[in-house]
């Protein structure tokens, strides 16, 4: 979910927007650039990117100005990392944005809805489950790849309802939005734990997240 078609004043654009881009250009900078020398993973990010688009564009509307849909951010943090994730989704934001006549004042919110908070918050359940939890394959794949996916959604979706009600005090929300947001966001966790697992089976490479010597080495 994000804020595309009713645009912020410029007063909150301009505000909203210095956030965004001081972590767009912290993930910049500390973005490795071997990761997207691994072989095929460049090509996956790219591809990633444009799926995106696609799957934001599969939408139900609810107002005018708010769609439920898949979010795929959660895999993304998953596959590419909290640096090259928030590159990327943001690029994706610039691209709909772009190709589907949405608000460019609303660009610097849409980063910190769909990008920043979910790959912080995606960074942060990983590195707190290998602190305190056991180093195991299934504690990453059911742990991060199911309920980790599960919370970073719900909260791209519960952060974007909550600066959309302030951001537009006047519009008025279904009362059933959020259950249905939170119902398809769990649909979501099913669909991510499934390829993350596929991923970590077939494609590892595809998974900068996941570590070899970390889960499986010794086991």
């Known amino acids: 979910m994000g804020i595309f078609y009713s645009a912020v004043s410029p007063f909150w654009a301009l505000m909203l927007a210095g956030p965004a881009v001081l972590a767009l250009l912290h993930a910049l900078h500390t973005l490795r650039k071997t990761q997207l020398e691994i072989p095929t993973v460049f090509s996956a990010w ?40 928030i590159t990327g989704i943001s690029i994706a934001i610039a691209l709909y944005t772009f190709e ?26 990983l590195k707190k489950t290998q602190q305190y939890l056991p180093h195991h394959m299934f504690i990453y794949l059911f742990g991060n790849g199911f309920f980790g996916a599960l919370l970073v959604n719900a909260s791209a979706g519960i952060s974007t309802v909550i600066l959309r009600s302030l951001l537009f005090p006047d519009a008025n929300l279904p009362a059933d939005a959020v259950a249905y947001m939170l119902l398809l966001a769990w649909g979501e966790a099913f669909l991510v734990g499934f390829l993350v697992t596929i991923f970590a089976v077939y494609r590892p490479v595809w998974l900068q997240t996941f570590d070899d010597n970390l889960y499986l080495r010794g086991k």
């Open 100 to 125: 589907y006549d949405g608000s460019w004042l609303n660009l610097g919110v849409n980063i910190l809805l769909m990008a920043v908070i979910p790959c912080w918050l995606s960074d942060l359940l």
């Open 46 to 85: 790219c591809a990633s990117i444009i799926v995106l688009v696609l799957v934001w564009r599969m939408r139900v509307p609810v107002l005018p100005d708010l769609h439920l849909h898949l979010s795929g951010v959660a895999l993304f943090c998953l596959m590419f990392g909290r640096s090259l994730a």
